[in-house]
């Protein structure tokens, strides 16, 4: 790595000004919880001499990397290189963070209390957006789900993850994660089909984009963008056996592709094998509208989620359905401001009317299996009938 010596002046000037604001602000770096019952602030004194010497350390060993770094033995690639000017910059791949990493850069965590059942969930954006904060206006609804479950009785531990598919989320090494807190008792809703397009065997016809209209095409790609590829971290269409090699672009792995049933069979098997109960959801409806009713995926993930949930005898909540059916009563006026998005994530309104669309569907399986965990406010909600 070559460095300059406008690093080690800029390094020497940054010094000196922090010094100056240690010495003059010491608040501002000195923190004292009003929870503490001891005031951190008369010892500042010896902190700050600390820090003044563990800073002015810092600058006399990073001072001379910058002359290190650029003086190279005659003859020597380096050398010839320094000679013929600066190499061209190349982009270096950077490995990818590690799923521990990500998720405590998401915030995702375990059950709040271990001594009880949790419910724990796993999917994509539509049910944790991002950080899970709000960012632009978009939630999903595992947020709003919190206050519908009594948090004496039951831990509700989303570890949904943006961006990701059935593949993806197992792939990227999440689904070990969450699979290793796991208990007897314990329930598990499971959401996939948003990200899991875009990936077909060769020579088979591509499946419809979920995101746009029937016999709408997808837009051109930008002036100077590659063309659109196979998208490797989706999965195969269907429920079938079939499999795909592709390269991973995020790792440079060729890595076995399933089909996004396949998928689904491995989270139900892994979640009993645990001793825990998994139940199937369909993907939350996007908004797109066509004769005055929402689209619904019927042909595809929705269907493929019911097909595979009745095949392994497990809960199927048809999330696909039960929303777009209220969306259907509302009309696009009302639900526009559900969105924070054009089709895909909702608002805090509409992210609520989804979590309640959950228990909706929870409560219409055969036991209602969660009733005696839900809130006052969870109790309200009334069984989901077709």
């Known amino acids: 790595m070559r460095l300059s010596l406008t690093f080690a002046a800029g390094l020497r000037r940054n010094f000196l000004v922090i010094q100056v604001v240690l010495w003059t602000k010491p608040e501002l770096f000195l923190y004292s919880s009003p929870a ?49 000017g600066p190499a061209p910059s190349a982009r270096v791949r950077r490995p990818p963070m590690s799923a521990l990493d990500q998720e405590i850069d998401l915030g995702l965590t375990g059950p709040a209390n271990p001594n009880l059942p949790s419910l724990i969930l796993v999917g994509d954006s539509t049910v944790r957006n ?31 993850i943006g961006g990701l598919s059935s593949h993806s989320y197992i792939s990227q090494g999440h689904w070990a994660k969450t699979l290793a807190m796991i208990k007897p008792g314990d329930y598990v809703l499971i959401q996939w089909g948003h990200n899991d397009g875009g990936l077909t065997l060769p020579g088979a016809t591509p499946i419809p984009d ?15 963008a590659p063309p659109r590829g196979q ?37 139900i098997a892994d979640v009993k094998a645990k001793g825990a109960t998994p139940i199937i959801c369909s993907l939350v409806p996007r908004k797109l509208w066509l004769d005055g009713h929402i689209v619904r995926q019927t042909s595809t993930y929705r269907g493929w989620a019911e097909q595979v949930a009745e095949q392994e005898h497990v809960g199927f909540v048809d999330l696909n359905e039960i929303i777009a059916r209220q969306y259907d009563a509302l009309g696009p006026v009302a639900v526009e401001p559900l969105f924070a998005d054009p089709h895909t994530h909702q608002t805090i309104a509409g992210a609520t009317l989804n979590s309640e669309s959950v228990v909706a569907g929870l409560r219409a399986l055969p036991g209602d299996p969660l ?14 009938r077709p």
């Not at 009733?371 to 989901?384: C, F, H, N, P, W």
């Open 371 to 384: 009733a005696q965990y839900l809130s006052a406010r969870g109790q309200e909600i009334v069984a989901y």
């Open 210 to 224: 979920a995101g746009l209209l029937p016999g709408q095409t997808p837009p051109a790609p930008r002036p100077g």
């Open 231 to 267: 998208n490797a971290g989706g999965s195969l269409p269907g429920i079938g056996e079939e499999t795909i090699d592709v390269a991973n672009p995020r790792t440079g792995q060729t890595e076995t592709v399933h089909t996004y049933g396949w998928y689904l069979r491995k989270y």
């Open 36 to 84: 503490c019952s001891e005031d951190p602030m008369p010892a500042h004194r010896a902190r700050l001499l600390f820090a003044t010497l563990l800073a002015a350390a810092c600058v006399l060993l990073a001072a001379p990397l910058p002359l290190d770094a650029q003086q190279s033995v005659p003859g020597t690639q380096a050398g010839s290189q320094a000679a013929a």
């Open 130 to 160: 991002g950080h899970g904060t709000g960012s632009d206006g978009q939630w999903g609804w595992g947020h709003p789900l919190h206050d519908l479950f009594d948090p004496a009785k039951i831990n509700v531990v989303n570890r949904a």
